[in-house]
């Protein structure tokens, strides 16, 4: 019925969400031949990214991803016009054979995408700010398979098979959330775009970064593998397709 919604539905979304057939959609596919270098984009700066084990923070599988709720301490304080508070962080994945990011680079997904969604602090939460043409920005970066396991990601990753079925969530320990992004924050594309599962609102300033992150084979494999929706079904592909750009321009931040 209205209200729900499914990856494997995505090309009916605007039936029930109408933003999901606008014209400044997300993800897209980043063009770097195409993108315009802009000398004036600051490098984004981080603040209170790092938690402590006091700091206890919800973890769930909601039926659509792997969330975690963060603490209204952690901002963007440069890169924008606006201060930006985060709320959240998730990931898109797909299976051992089909790469599960939503933005692809010159036609290439990548294995995962991390988003931690951020909301302006002109606005009184994630909520109120979601439909606000400068209510979000998103930022967004690659995980990519290494020879290593990463030490950072275990501080989720270790913890999937507590959520393993829908709508269940465990409370983890605070880390150092800036160690889940890559060391290099000043290399990155910039683009106007909307959320990428319905309600579709065009109100994400979108920024992903062009460093990647590496995860071992095993860790991706347990992102892959462990999460459920309802009794029998594997939470993968939550992912949906690149978007028409409609004259949208991206930028970069570097040549
Ligand atoms: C995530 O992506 C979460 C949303 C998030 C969207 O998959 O969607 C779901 O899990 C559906 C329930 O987070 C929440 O809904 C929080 C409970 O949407 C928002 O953050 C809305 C403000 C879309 O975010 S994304 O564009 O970065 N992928
Ligand atoms: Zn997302």
Redesign the pocket.
């Known amino acids: 019925g209205k209200g729900h919604w499914r990856y494997d539905d995505q090309n009916t979304w605007s039936s029930d969400f109408e933003h999901c057939n606008g014209k400044s959609q ?2 897209i596919n980043i063009d770097t031949t195409t993108a315009k270098y802009d000398t004036r984009l600051p490098a984004i700066e981080l603040q209170g990214y790092e938690l402590s084990a006091e700091d206890k923070l919800s973890l769930k599988n ?4 792997l ?1 975690l709720n963060l603490p209204n301490t952690m901002r963007i304080i440069r890169g924008f016009d606006n201060e930006f508070v985060a ?2 962080l ?1 990931f ?1 994945w797909g299976t051992k054979e089909v790469p599960g990011s ?1 933005h692809t680079v010159d036609g290439l997904r990548f294995p995962a995408e991390i ?1 931690v ?1 951020h ?1 302006n602090s002109k606005y009184e939460n ?2 109120e ?2 439909s606000q043409p400068d209510g ?1 920005a ?1 930022l ?1 970066a690659f995980l990519e398979i290494g020879r290593q396991e990463n030490a950072e990601y275990n501080n989720i990753l270790s913890s999937l098979a507590d959520v393993s079925s829908e709508e269940s969530d465990i409370e983890i320990d605070g880390f150092n959330i800036r160690f889940l992004l890559p060391s290099n924050l000043e290399r990155f594309f910039r683009y106007n ?6 309600p579709c ?1 065009q109100t ?1 300033n979108w920024t992903v970064f062009n460093d990647t992150i590496k995860v071992s084979r095993k860790q991706m494999a347990a992102l892959e593998e462990t999460l459920k929706i309802g009794q029998n079904e594997l939470l993968t592909k ?1 992912f ?1 397709a690149p978007q028409l750009l409609f004259g949208r321009e991206v930028l970069s931040s570097f040549k």
């Open positions: 997300s993800p909601n039926g659509h991803t969330l709320a959240q998730h898109h939503e988003h969604v909301y994630l909520g700010a979601a979000l998103v967004g775009g909307s959320l990428t599962t319905p609102f994400v939550n949906r």
